[in-house]
């Protein structure tokens, strides 16, 4: 195992269009966070999985995202109607939670979405 | 909430020991990391401290002081590499990581 994958790395697309990514974590791990960076700040978190149920959603995360992981596998976000604000570089990170949540978590190269 | 906050930016000459600082205000956690993001790149773990006192990773050490609200990394040996961002974040209650605002550490030959 290579570590977290995603894809795309870049996507580019209209504003009103819907996009999604998706994210492959590190194979025997069971939490699957998404969190969203802009430049020149810090990751922001937006959702976690522990395996296939999503237990915490960010205030940030609104009606227009949604997040899914069916099989305790991997994991796709989408974002519809896309707006320029959600322009950023989208991060997935997992780890293997024990019973503390875990003390690392291994992120993916990220997806970087443009909205124009 | 949890709230951190980190300087901007930090620069150091190559060869020196510079400490990148984080103080924060926090309802609780279960210990502090440091990760490193160098441009383009994934933030990748450092270190943790679960507990206060200081941990050591090669030229890397971490402390935690939890009576302070206080933590730092501590870079030796800089090398012209370590150029990147570092970030501090939370462990919040096992229920996610809370970052930093971040720090850019720029290494002068």
């Known amino acids: 195992d290579t570590g977290v994958s995603q894809n795309p790395r870049h996507k580019i697309t209209k504003r009103g269009q819907n996009v999604t990514f998706r994210c492959d974590p590190i194979s025997e791990h069971n939490r699957l966070y998404w969190y969203r960076q802009t430049l020149g700040q810090g990751p922001e978190f937006l959702t976690y999985f522990q395996n296939e149920a999503q237990l915490e959603k960010s205030r940030l995360l609104s009606d227009r995202f949604s997040a899914e992981r069916p099989k305790g596998s991997f994991s796709t976000l989408e974002i519809q109607r896309t707006e320029q604000g959600d322009s950023a570089m989208y991060l997935c990170?997992?780890?293997?939670?024990?019973?503390?949540?875990?003390?690392?978590?291994?992120f993916g190269q990220g997806t970087r979405l443009t909205v124009v | 909430g949890q709230s951190l906050e980190q300087p901007s930016e930090v620069t150091a000459v190559e060869g020196a020991i510079v400490q990148i600082n984080c103080t924060y205000q926090?309802?609780?956690?279960?210990?502090l990391s440091w990760y490193q993001q160098h441009d383009g790149g994934a933030p990748t773990f450092l270190s943790y401290?679960?507990?206060?006192g200081l941990e050591e990773t090669g030229r890397f050490s971490s402390f935690l002081s939890r009576s302070d609200s206080y933590g730092y990394l501590l870079l030796q040996e800089l090398q012209m590499k370590d150029s990147a961002s570092y970030f501090c974040?939370?462990?919040?209650?096992?229920?996610?990581?809370?970052f930093g605002p971040g720090t850019r550490l720029s290494v002068l030959p």
């Open positions: 974040a939370v462990n919040n209650y096992g229920q996610n990581f809370v």
């Open positions: 990170a997992s780890s293997l939670g024990r019973d503390r949540g875990g003390t690392e978590a291994f």
């Open positions: 926090t309802s609780g956690f279960y210990g």
């Open positions: 401290n679960a507990l206060d």
